[in-house]
Structure formats: C-alpha cells, structure tokens
C-alpha cells in the first residue's frame, strides 16, 4: 500500500516538482492546500494552483489567513506600500547581503511554521503521514525556514501535536533550482501553469528574486523559450 500525504502547494517550481516527484516515488497525495495570506501573488497562486491540482487531479483547499497579511508589514504583503526588491541574475550569489536583504524585504512572520503547522491538523484529520513541501537548497541558503534542520524540527514538534505524527518533507529538499528545473523537464511538468513570481501578474514580472532564480534555471536548461512568453520582462543580469 502506498504511503499518503499531503502537499502544501503554492504553484511555483518547487512545490509542484516536489509533487510530481512524489507521486513519481509511489506517495498518494490525497490533498492540496494553498494558502492566501495577503501575499500581493495570492490571486495569481491561487488560480495556478487550481489548474495544478486539476491536472494532477488532487482535491485542492484554499486557506485564507487575512490576519497573516494585516501583521506582515514587508512588501510581500499586498497591504504594504512598500516596493518589492529587485535582484539581479548576477546579484543571487555572488552578492549574499543583496539575497539577505531581499529576504528580510518579504519576510512574512513565521509562515512556513504556521503553514505547515495547519497542515498538520489536516494530516492529523485525515490520517496523512506525509506533509509535502517545496523547500529545497537553494532557497535553504538564504531562508532558514527552509532547510531540513527546520524540517526535522517541525517533524519533532508535531509528535507531541498530533496523533498521526506525519514526517515533514521535500522530495526537492538537495536539489538546487537549475536541478529542480532539470526534473520539471524530466517529468513534463506543465511549465505554463506555474506561478514563481512575488507580484501579481497577469505575467511574471522578470525582476524580483523569485523571478530572477527560475530564469536562471531555464537558461542553464537552455530551455528560456519555454517560458519567455510568460515573462513581461526578461531577467537582467
Ligand atoms: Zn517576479
């Protein structure tokens, strides 16, 4: 009998090849969550999220956190006036206090922990083992609610939370985005349903981070025509 799971699915690379990994592995992903706490993206996440599910055919439950959204004050919030930051190709790595402040720019407080800690009360529900995620090591580096130390963490935390005790994890957690990229291909992931972009449309807007990161996957695929129609812009170095 295959193992289930749920998956916490925002419609962006990581999450979604996570997935497909997954039910590549044999895991029966009875559900997905998407969240919408204000993030300026949420519309546009929660209609790709949507088309991702159907696809995939998972039962998909929108969760909305309007409280989340009124207590976060940086510019990922839909509420703040604050402009989102650019970040340059060239600027992901080679620059680490540009990726930091970036960071500190969209930090909402304590998201991954409170989202993953509902759907531990949805696995708790259901009898789900498994909690997905898309973390993996490229955003573990600048994210520390990101790596699998955090992972571990909330795993240890939910067996004294939950009956069900589910294992928290990322089928992309080791890989980085241009090795994530690679297994969207391998997999055909439908690359036109995804939403990365921390604005909020009707297209990627090819200059914040998340934008920034998954061109310079596509350009290390050499596969960029496969989503350039998708970006108002094209990334900058
Ligand atoms: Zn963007």
């Known amino acids: 009998m295959s193992i289930s799971a749920l998956v916490l699915l925002s419609a962006g690379?990581?999450?979604t090849v996570g997935l497909a990994l997954a039910q590549e592995a044999g895991v029966s992903i009875r559900r997905a969550l998407c969240f919408d706490y204000g993030q300026k993206a949420a519309k546009m996440e929660k209609k790709r999220a949507t088309a991702l599910a159907e696809y995939y055919q998972i039962p998909l439950q929108i969760i909305d956190l309007p409280w989340l959204g009124d207590i976060t004050h940086t510019a990922l919030s839909a509420h703040s006036a604050a402009e989102l930051p650019d970040v340059g190709l060239e600027e992901l790595d080679s620059v680490a206090s540009v990726t930091l402040a970036s960071a500190h720019r969209v930090w909402v407080p304590n998201r991954n922990g409170l989202l993953i800690n509902i759907a531990g009360a949805f696995a708790d529900s259901a009898g789900d083992p498994l909690i997905?995620?898309?973390f993996n090591a490229e955003?573990?580096?600048?994210?520390p609610d990101n790596t699998p130390q955090f992972s571990q963490a909330i795993t240890?935390?939910?067996a004294f939370s939950t009956e069900v005790q589910p294992l928290?994890?990322?089928?992309v957690q080791a890989l980085n985005k241009i090795e994530i990229f690679q297994e969207a291909l391998r997999l055909n992931v439908p690359l036109p349903l995804l939403w990365s972009c921390y604005r909020q449309g009707p297209k990627h807007c090819g200059h914040c981070e998340?934008?920034?990161r998954l061109w310079r996957a596509?350009?290390?695929n050499g596969q960029t025509a496969l989503i350039e129609a998708h970006f108002e812009e094209i990334p900058h170095a």
Do not use: M, R, W
């Open 13 to 15: 690379l990581d999450s």
């Open 132 to 134: 997905l995620t898309g």
């Open 139 to 143: 955003e573990a580096a600048t994210f």
């Open 156 to 158: 240890q935390s939910l």
């Open 168 to 171: 928290v994890k990322s089928y």
């Open 210 to 212: 998340s934008c920034s």
């Open 218 to 220: 596509a350009v290390a």
